[in-house]
């Protein structure tokens, strides 16, 4: 079965629970679930009930869909985040993403915890993604193409949506967050990268890099959708502070979390 077809049992499965047609599609990171729970009158839909929508593996992913309204705007949010790492084929991986899409949802934010890799940065900032590497992960539009969802050869010149990325930056300035503007860069994991690796991203362009996000925005540009990244640097890369773990990843993002949900409420209200 192709993930077109895929996609499109998917939409059957939840138009079977809600009719609901979303505005924007919120995909939350590591550690950043919590802002499910500020979506009002909410219709929860477990992804073991939505057909061919593969299940998360990873701690700190619930592996839902919620539907509701946040700020005033009608949102759907991904709360448990499917990984390359898991096993999945990348067409599966982005598989939630162009379900959101396919809903009815025109803006798709991506956020994630990422390890900083520009000197510059700190555990606890925020980067607005304005570029992306994703040469290291293979592309989700590999294989047959849809002529529905997209053209076979898009143009991904620019991925992330300027007005959105100074919106984004406005708002987490307003919350008091130390905020950048940087390129993400996306590996396979799920093991962290080597120092020399970390030296290599940096040499490439990459501010902070991580093991989602990169594939899920080509995906929702292919579609036409806005795209808007934001990552929270949770601990420095390899090599440039303490050995990595994810238990640290989750516990820093719980403690910026407060700022986190302040900012993302503030870019649906002004979406």
Do not use: W
């Not at 993403?97 to 991506?110: P, S």
């Not at 300035?173 to 030296?199: C, D, F, K, M």
Request: net charge negative; glycine share 10%.
């Amino acid at each position: 079965m192709d993930q077109y077809e895929m996609v499109r049992r998917a939409i059957t499965g939840v138009r079977k629970v809600t009719d609901f047609v979303p505005e924007i599609a919120i995909v939350l990171g590591s550690g950043l679930g919590r802002i499910a729970d500020l979506v009002k009158d909410p219709v929860v839909i477990p992804s073991s009930e939505i057909e061919c929508y593969p299940p998360s593996t990873v701690d700190g992913h619930a592996g839902r869909l919620i539907f509701g309204t946040l700020a005033g705007k009608r949102v759907v949010v991904q709360q448990g985040r499917i990984h390359y790492y898991e096993g999945y084929e990348m067409g599966e991986v982005v598989l939630p993403v162009r379900l959101m899409c396919a809903l009815g949802a025109e803006t798709v934010i991506l956020t994630n915890a990422a390890g900083g890799v520009n000197e510059n940065y700190r555990p606890g900032d925020f980067m607005v993604i304005r570029g992306q590497i994703s040469s290291f992960v293979p592309s989700p539009l590999r294989g047959a193409n849809d002529d529905t969802f997209g053209p076979r050869f898009p143009d991904m010149s620019v991925i992330y949506d300027k007005g959105l990325v100074s919106l984004a930056v406005e708002c987490a300035r307003e919350v008091g967050a130390v905020v950048h503007e940087g390129v993400y860069l996306q590996t396979v994991g799920p093991n962290y990268e080597s120092a020399e690796e970390i030296v290599a991203y940096r040499n490439l362009g990459a501010d902070a890099v991580g093991m989602s996000t990169t594939a899920e925005a080509i995906a929702a540009r292919h579609m036409g959708r806005r795209v808007l990244g934001i990552s929270l640097i949770t601990n420095m890369a390899a090599g440039m502070d303490k050995p990595l773990s994810h238990e640290e990843v989750t516990a820093a993002a719980r403690q910026a979390g407060e700022r986190f949900l302040g900012m993302i409420e503030r870019i649906v209200d002004k979406i």
